[in-house]
């Protein structure tokens, strides 16, 4: 009841876009259809509003993982060249309290998604959203299921016979092991808030701490080129120039 009501709302504001700009521009483009505009409505809250029915074990997402998923981030999530890691980080502790130790502690310099990861339902919706890389949305919805479940399971969240639904995808929510990680007592929500980073401004010659890199182990430098040179010189994670530790 409740997405029929948001797109009934939407549908009604299409309208209103659509005959101002018939106005503006006669003869220019059409109206959305509802088909056209339930294809874009698919988010899925963390409530799990908005999940679809359908289920995927473990087994049969590492099928999918090893076809579709490995050749950018690893056969266990571990990313080593292309993306930044999504498997790692996190122990049985943070998942009985809800919180990831090792993202307070500086010298975990990789944040692996998974460490990161509030609710179950921002994997499930990115996945159908957004992967794989090269073919988005082409994911059927049991694929998704599947793929979710063999991430949970390597980071031990579910076991390795799990079969993911919306039946007990609730039940793993509270498995998360970061599933009280997200707080609205910071900067970004409230101007009077604690940052929730520090740091100093630099545009022009800033330094680099050295010990805040990911330096790979003499033995594996170089087996698959030059880092620096083949990742996006941008985000939280970059290539490391690892031709200067041979």
């Not at 919706?125 to 390597?154: G, Q, W």
């Amino acid at each position: 009841m409740f997405r029929s009501l948001k797109a009934s709302l939407l549908i009604g504001l299409l309208c209103v876009a659509d005959m101002a700009s018939a106005e503006l521009f006669p003869k220019v483009g059409r109206r959305a259809s509802v088909t056209e505009v339930a294809a874009w409505d698919i988010d899925v809250r963390p409530d799990f509003r908005g999940l679809p029915s359908g289920s995927g074990s473990v087994r049969q997402g590492e099928k999918l993982w090893e076809s579709k998923c490995a050749s950018c981030h690893g056969a266990f999530g571990e990313s080593p060249s292309v993306f930044p890691p999504l498997i790692g980080g996190t122990t049985a502790k943070d998942m009985a309290r809800g919180r990831v130790a090792a993202l307070s502690v500086a010298s975990e310099t990789a944040k692996t998604t998974m460490m990161k990861l509030a609710t179950v339902s921002t994997l499930w919706d990115y996945i159908r959203r957004a992967m794989p890389f090269d073919a988005p949305k082409s994911l059927s919805v049991n694929e998704v299921y599947a793929a979710t479940a063999f991430l949970l399971h390597l980071a031990d969240v579910v076991p390795a016979d799990f079969t993911l639904s919306e039946q007990n995808i609730a039940q793993v929510q509270t498995r998360m092991p970061n599933r009280e990680g997200m707080s609205t007592r910071h900067g970004m929500l409230d101007v009077k808030g604690k940052p929730d980073v520090v740091s100093e401004a630099c545009m022009q010659d800033c330094k680099v701490n050295e010990k805040s890199l990911v330096v790979l182990p003499v033995s594996v430098n170089g087996l698959n080129g030059n880092l620096a040179e083949q990742n996006r010189p941008y985000g939280s994670i970059r290539g490391i120039d690892t031709s200067r530790y041979k």
